[in-house]
């Protein structure tokens, strides 16, 4: 371990294309590592202690020590502990993606902080304990994740994943290279409330809630092919019946909706909220259509950025 040096670690945000929630629930989504996401560095110093930046503004957003009793501080003292670090660090976190909006920052930030950890703690070979700092760190924050943020975290790229029992299973996915926009629309929403939200509704109306989880199933298993054949048409109408199944679970948000329907007004080829819910991200398949749907956005205050996936 070489104390004098400092070392860093990257990590992939996430965009979820089809299945959140259904996924918690063993069904399959689709999801997307975003070229953006956390970045962090480490360094040896007086007493351990976590910082995170907003790497858009340059804003401190949170610092925390292992030994608070706070979500953030847990979550470092879990990171710390798998990779028995004992030596104190100082580890700073940019997150260059919008936090607690459904993007995946929280798995982000763990892995970038993991990574950079075991690069100091020279353990960058071992990967399960990298993996299961990140799933610990996620279960502080979110409650019970399917793993579908971590493992886009920690892999990046286009892939369909499933959750069975504790395992879960990856298969990647081409996507033929698409511009796409994301807009803010709400407040950022607590992941665990919406799962524990679905969840409940899930258990009082099994059988239709049910089958809104196999519907959406199978706009997953349409969705690949048509995201590797470039069929933007088809791959948008299906991202509308997912948002429209999202919204019979109870998680999308007047303010979600609306971000919706103007994007597909301005032209994109579908929409949808992406995440949790309850608030956080929309974002529209527009490909040559993206600068429409920026100004239509625009124009009815909401702020968006633009990406290309993968
Ligand atoms: O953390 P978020 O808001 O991106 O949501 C994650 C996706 C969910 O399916 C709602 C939860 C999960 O663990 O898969």
Redesign the pocket.
């Known amino acids: 371990m070489d104390r004098t040096q400092k070392m860093s670690g990257r990590a992939c945000g996430k965009l ?1 294309l089809f299945g ?2 259904a ?2 629930h063993g069904y399959p989504a689709v999801v997307a590592g975003l070229p953006r996401g956390a970045t962090a560095s480490v360094a040896a110093a007086a007493e351990h202690q976590l910082t995170l930046v907003n790497g858009r503004n340059g804003e401190r957003i949170a610092r925390a020590r292992p030994t608070e009793d706070t979500k953030l501080g847990k979550a470092f003292n879990a990171i710390l502990s798998k990779l028995q670090m004992a030596l104190p660090i100082n580890v700073n976190v940019t997150i260059d993606i919008p936090v607690g909006a ?3 920052s929280s798995a982000a930030m763990a892995t970038a902080a993991a990574r950079a950890v075991a690069t100091f703690a020279g353990m960058t070979d071992n990967l399960s304990v990298i993996e299961s700092a990140v799933h610990e760190s996620e279960a502080i924050f ?1 409650g019970s ?2 793993g ?2 971590a493992a886009a975290a920690l892999g990046g790229g286009a892939f369909k994943f499933q959750r069975n029992g504790d395992q879960s299973s990856m298969e990647a996915i081409w996507v033929d290279p698409v511009r796409i926009v994301i807009c803010e629309a709400g407040p950022p929403a607590d ?1 665990k409330e ?2 524990q939200k679905v969840t409940n509704f899930y258990h009082t109306r099994e059988n239709a809630v049910g089958s809104v989880f196999a519907l959406i199933s199978e706009l997953v298993d349409e969705a690949a092919p048509a995201l590797a054949e470039g069929d933007w048409q088809r791959v948008g109408d299906l991202m509308n019946i997912n948002h429209g199944a999202l919204v019979s679970l109870g998680v999308s948000t007047p303010a979600l909706d609306s971000a919706c329907h103007i994007a597909r007004q301005a032209g994109a080829y579908g929409a949808k909220l992406t ?2 819910g309850g608030g ?1 991200c929309v974002f529209a398949l527009t490909d040559d259509r993206t600068e429409d749907v920026l100004e239509a956005w625009k124009d009815m205050g909401y702020s968006g950025f633009e990406m290309t996936i993968p």
């Open positions: 979820i959140e929630h996924v918690v459904g993007l995946g979110h994740p399917s579908i943020d992941t919406m799962v995440g949790s956080g």
